[in-house]
DNA sequence: ACCTGAACACCGTTCAAGT
DNA sequence: ACCTGAACACCGTTCAAGT
């Protein structure tokens, strides 16, 4: 309220969102620029102001969904604290669940749009962020004899493929048509398919 | 030869190879019609004569994809007859290298550009093959006691989603930057991905 | 089954000049 | 830190009229 300087005040962030509503909207690639700042209100070349591009813009979206997903993930650290099998399988769920509820996003992130060699720092952190917390759970399990004691990357990659891959069929309706017709049918499936994913870390 | 009609005679197909070039070159979003015409020494409303829309030239384009993943997947069929395991192993390592080799194309079919709930029946088929080649190598596994008897849809969406997602994340350079430096390094860790794959699905 | 050429509405991006 | 307004080069898509 205080630093509402000339027009806007929180430009930046008002673009971020009202991108996010867009995205859901009209899919990757129905957002543009200059709707979006036409939806605000501002200029068309207002959004330049905190963006150099457009890439810098989805960035800084894709950015803001990771973080999303890290809180869900630490309210999940605290109410599953000592069972790392059951973190891994409820952020899996979380992903799953923001595949199919905001589909657009998802693809953004993880659909290879930002090359993350060439991204900025601020992506470049929160991806690596998302990783740690996996590899933290992992580490856990294998140290609770849970999973089978081995390279903790290889059962992350494993795991974060097995995830993301689950999740894209399932925001890109590879599998209503497909598979089944039923969408609650498919997400027992999908729950079932973790399960797999569990049998193949677990020790035997 | 013979169908030369007036200047180019088989636009469609060209189009089509000229895309996958250009996909390659600039990626997704920098594939256009114009441009693809322009290559092509044609008018630039000249591809309306084949595709209704852009959207139809990426069907068509994904489609192309799929069919060559099919003939590779008809080749290893021929070689590694009784041998399902294998099998599925080798048609995975076919992805992850179409993936590292054209990534732009792996994107275009595993992306979820198209919604294969609207797209056109080519497209549709050819992907729809491809899980059924999937489903046949599962279910073989399962008759020879190697896989654990059970859904076989729950597998081929276990095996298809671990593959997906690993690839996806090969292709968009997520590994290279956070995991490991060396590309070598990358490849022996994805097969031992699978290994964690083939250890969830085999019986025990 | 292609051509040329114009047209429309839309982009991303960059100016110059204002408050 | 925003505005207006013009400008540039590029799109996808649709015409009309040709061969």
Redesign the interface.
Known sequence: MQNKTYHHGDLRNALILEAIVMLHEKGIGGLSLRELARRLGVGHNAPYRHFKNKQQLLEAVAATGFRRLKAHNIRLELELADDPESQLFESGVAILNMAMEQ?ELF?LM???Y????KCGPEL?EE??AS?ESLVKIISLAQQQDIFARG?V???T??A???????A??A??????????GDEQQFKR??L??YD??????KK?
Chains 1, 2 share one sequence.
């Open positions: 589909p693809r993880f659909g290879g930002l090359s993350l060699g470049k991806a690596h990783i390279d990357m290889r059962q990659l494993a974060m493929s097995m995830v993301q891959g689950l894209m069929m925001s890109s309706g590879m599998l209503r048509d497909n598979v089944t499936l999908a079932q398919v797999i994913l569990l049998m193949g870390l035997r």
